[in-house]
């Protein structure tokens, strides 16, 4: 059974860090790619990270993924956040083309 477990959420100045973790379970990990997205307020939901290599350009620079092949945990690296960086993130994978999400974590990015 493939499940996904986000943390590390939570309350953090403007210019703060966080570093959220998605823990993982029932697949390949290093087989099957982990993806960041997250869902403002309003609006729809957004891919962030994927691959390791494609970054949303509001987030360059500022944001970077990790993994723990010991641990099946993918993390997300949040520095210099902006108050527009407040959202609910999700992690997600795709495997034998069925999609598993996350139930996401709040990041509230305010002074």
């Known amino acids: 059974q493939v499940q996904l477990v986000e943390s590390g959420g939570g309350l953090v100045q403007p210019g703060g860090s966080l570093r959220l973790s998605c823990a993982t379970s029932?697949?390949?990990?290093?087989?099957?790619?982990v993806t960041w997205y997250r869902q403002a307020p309003g609006k729809a939901r957004e891919l962030v990270v994927s691959?390791?290599?494609f970054y949303v350009d509001s987030v360059k620079g500022r944001f970077n993924i990790s993994e723990d092949y010991g641990k099946n945990t993918v993390f997300l690296q949040m520095n210099s956040l902006k108050p527009e960086d407040t959202a609910v993130y999700y992690c997600?994978?795709?495997?034998?083309?069925?999609?598993?999400w996350g139930q996401g974590t709040q990041v509230t990015v305010s002074s």
């Open positions: 691959g390791g290599t």
């Open positions: 029932g697949f390949a990990f290093s087989v099957y790619p």
């Open positions: 997600k994978v795709r495997v034998r083309g069925l999609e598993y």
